[in-house]
C-alpha cells in the first residue's frame, strides 16, 4: 500500500488515491490538524494540556506524517513508528519541507522493535491498530504503556466490537493474505485487563466514527494514565 496508494491507505477515500492527489494533497495533509484539535478537546477535558511542549510523544502508524507533522510542532519530541517503509519516506519529506528536527522516524522491523521504546511522557495511535490481529494490537498496547513515564498518557483508538467477528491464529496463518485493508478487533474487556495489568487507570472512552459508523460495528477511542 506504501508503494500504490500512500495517502489513499492512510484515509480511504478516492479522491486521495494517486490518479486524483494532485490539487488534493493540501487538503490531505490538512486534515491533520483536525485529528490534533480532538486530541487536544480530549486532553483538556481531563485537565492534561499544558505544557505539552515539554513533552516527548510516540506515535504508532505515522503513516505518511498527516498527523505526525501537526504534532511536532506542539511537542518537544515525536518518536513517529510505522511498518511501512515507503510511508516513513514520504513523512520525512515533509518533515524537512517543514523545517522540523524534532522527529524520530522508525520502521518497525520485528515484535522486537516494539519492545524497545523509548520513555514517553505521551502515546498516540489512530486508525492503526484495527488493521492488526489482535495478538499484534494487544503486544503494540502493552509496548505502548510499558513505555509511559509515570502519569504518561495514551490516546489510542481501535475496533472494540464487530457483528461476526471471531480469530484464530491457526487459521489465520495459514490463509492467503486478504486482497483489501484488514480490519480487526479486539474486545473493550480485553482492551480494559492490558490497561490494569499495566499500572494505568481509563479516564474516558469514547464512541467514533474513525472506522466509518456501520451497523454492527463499535470503535473506540482510550485514553488511559499510568498511574
Known sequence: M???EPYWSVLSADEYKLVNIQGRLEKFYESGWESFHLLMDTLQRNGLDKKLEDKTLLEYGCGVGRVTNVLAQKFKRVHAYDVSTPHLALARQVTNSLGLANVDYVAVQSLRDMQELPQIDMAYS????????PPIIRLILESMLDALKPGGIALFQLLT???GYSFQADEYLSSKRP???EMHVLPQQRVFEIIAD???QV???LDDALAGYRKGQLSNTFLVQKR
Open 2 to 4: 506504501g508503494e500504490q
Open 126 to 133: 489512530i486508525i492503526v491498530l484495527q488493521h492488526n490481529p
Open 161 to 163: 466490537y464487530q457483528e
Open 179 to 181: 486482497t483489501q485493508i
Open 198 to 200: 499495566k499500572g494505568c
Open 203 to 205: 479516564l474516558e472512552v
